[in-house]
């Protein structure tokens, strides 16, 4: 039967940035035609390139809006990925929103498709959100520059960049580039919960006081805490360097190391007063 409805493209861009970053070990298959390569949820492990040791997981997920499968069954099955995901340890660094600039007519499909991500992840999980726009042309065309500004506009991605979400644009699909989109990414994981480490040295701060170094590794937890997010910050403002990655990653280090040696000091009755405070408090 004719259909009124035009046959929606599918995103490559995506399968590209994987395979990119993967240094094309990952194999995605990129489609050429209007139907989506990615049917199911599939996870890609790399190292990441100036900080080997650290494992990063690459997910391809369908796009919403698919011609396969309606847009709650992808979102249950994305939910259902990261709940296995947190199990097993692993930590969501954020999301990376592919927007081709040149799809004049998806405007308002872009918007509706994160409206349908915030509401799986919550409305905190914007500030883990990279709106990023593709294939833009050297000059930048006057209509691609007018689409990008009503994108930033408040009927489509104004309001997530007022809560935290950053846009930003993708040149070209270079080793560098797609790797400095996932360090924007990965600010946001380096990035600890001053608030409430705090709270949590404050409630053994009694049983930390007995042990006679205890308030300088405070101390230096204290300002490992404010050169973490001050760094992360950095990230997110002008981009990752070697340099700053390396950086944090080091401190990182150190303030794991710290937080372990300040909880081997406390005895295991206050640890469990204090969880038990935390959790009725």
């Not at 915030?118 to 050297?138: D, F, I, R, Y």
């Amino acid at each position: 039967m004719p259909s009124n409805t035009k046959p929606r493209k599918a995103n490559k861009d995506t399968q590209k940035l994987i395979n990119t970053l993967s240094d094309h070990t990952a194999g995605l298959p990129v489609g050429h035609g209007v139907d989506p390569c990615t049917q199911t949820i599939q996870h890609i492990v790399v190292a990441h390139p100036t900080a080997p040791t650290h494992r990063i997981v690459l997910l391809d997920t369908p796009g919403l809006d698919s011609i396969n499968a309606p847009d709650d069954e992808i979102l249950e099955r994305i939910a259902a990925w990261l709940k296995k995901s947190y199990g097993d340890g692993m930590k969501l660094a954020g999301v990376i929103f592919l927007y081709e600039i040149s799809r004049a007519r998806d405007l308002s499909l872009a918007r509706k498709n994160l409206d349908r991500f915030e509401s799986l992840c919550g409305g905190t999980a914007t500030k883990n959100v990279l709106l990023v726009t593709t294939k833009w042309t050297t000059p930048p065309k006057d209509s691609d520059l007018d689409r990008e500004a009503q994108l930033q506009g408040p009927g489509h991605w104004g309001q997530l960049i007022r809560r935290g979400s950053r846009m930003c644009r993708l040149d070209d699909l270079s080793y560098e580039a797609a790797w400095k989109l996932v360090n924007l990414s990965l600010a946001d994981a380096f990035t600890f919960d001053t608030e409430k480490i705090k709270d949590d040295v404050e409630r053994i701060r009694d049983s930390l006081t007995k042990k006679g170094d205890s308030q300088g590794l405070i101390t230096t937890l204290q300002e490992l805490l404010v050169s973490q997010n001050n760094m992360a910050l950095e990230m997110k403002r002008r981009g990752s360097t070697d340099i700053l990655w390396n950086q944090l990653v080091e401190n990182d280090r150190r303030i794991r190391d710290t937080l372990r040696q300040l909880n081997a000091k406390v005895p295991l009755s206050q640890k469990l007063l204090s969880f038990l405070k935390s959790k009725f408090k």
